[in-house]
């Protein structure tokens, strides 16, 4: 089983990796997700695959997430923000492959 972590999981490239993820569950398992603002995705992403970290761009929204996956009953689920978040992602102990799918101008940021 190869674990996966992904930055920039709810753009095209990091849904197109969920999706070969989704059929080959038992050759994959998500560890980690990185998005941008896209709360409501990152919270469907967050329910589906039970990563064991997840990171938005900024405290407002990792605060809401927060709150979300709390109602969603998903407390497990570490919420990290910011270009610190993406390297926690990156570098989750667990993840043996990274899928760097990040907008071509914030990549380099992180």
């Known amino acids: 089983m190869k674990r996966i972590a992904i930055l920039g999981s709810t753009g ?3 849904r ?9 569950p038992d050759r994959f398992e998500m560890v980690s997700l990185a998005v941008g603002k896209n709360i409501e995705a ?11 970290v997840i990171s938005v761009s900024s405290e407002a ?20 923000q910011g270009p610190s978040g993406a390297v926690r992602v990156a570098t989750h102990p667990e ?16």
């Open 16 to 24: 197109s990796t969920l999706s070969v993820v989704e059929s080959y």
């Open 42 to 52: 990152a919270l469907d992403q967050a329910k589906r695959w039970k990563p064991r």
């Open 61 to 80: 929204d990792a605060e809401k997430l927060r709150r979300e996956l709390k109602a969603a009953g998903l407390t497990e689920v570490e919420v990290a």
């Open 12 to 14: 095209s490239i990091g």
């Open 95 to 110: 993840a043996d492959f990274v899928v760097s799918a990040i907008v071509g101008v914030a990549g380099p940021c992180q």
